[in-house]
């Protein structure tokens, strides 16, 4: 899934907090075969706050890329692109949700930094968005 191919959370239970934007770019029809790839562009790490608001160091956002490999070629088409925003969670802890700071993302090129604007604002308003709607995900 996103949270294990973006590499996220180092031994915690991800948990989807909100999904934003899918697109859709090209048709996948059966028979075609599809790659996926995921990053974390983005943890509240960074954020104003996160060493108080356990929720918002615990948050991040997830970029999956989907594209088309065409097998007599071998290029590659984009076909979907997706934004999760999951918080890392202790899963030894049952029935309390206990919060597991994300370490931060550092992008060293001009693209990773893109990717890592967008993804802060994406997470930044689903933090926002879920603290509004009372969410327990966005407690503590």
């Known amino acids: 899934g ?3 191919g973006g590499g ?9 907090a909100a999904v934003d934007d899918v697109s859709f770019a090209l048709p996948v ?11 974390v562009v983005y943890t509240g790490a960074d954020e104003e706050g996160s060493a108080t608001d356990r929720s918002l160091a615990s948050a991040f956002q ?3 890329e989907t594209q088309i490999i065409e097998l007599h070629t071998g290029q590659k088409r984009l076909s979907n692109e997706f934004h999760f925003t999951f918080v ?3 899963a030894s ?5 206990r919060h597991l700071p994300m ?5 060293t090129t001009y693209r990773e930094g893109m ?26």
């Open 2 to 4: 996103a949270f294990r």
């Open 8 to 16: 996220g959370g180092g031994g915690g239970a991800p948990t989807v």
């Open 29 to 39: 029809s059966i028979g075609d075969v599809v790659t996926f790839s995921a990053q």
């Open 62 to 64: 997830v970029r999956v």
């Open 88 to 90: 890392a969670r202790d």
């Open 93 to 97: 802890v049952k029935d309390t949700l």
């Open 103 to 107: 370490p931060p993302v550092r992008p």
């Open 115 to 140: 990717l890592w604007l967008d993804g802060r604002r994406r997470m930044l308003e689903a933090v926002t968005i879920g603290k509004s709607e009372g969410s327990s995900l966005f407690s503590g």
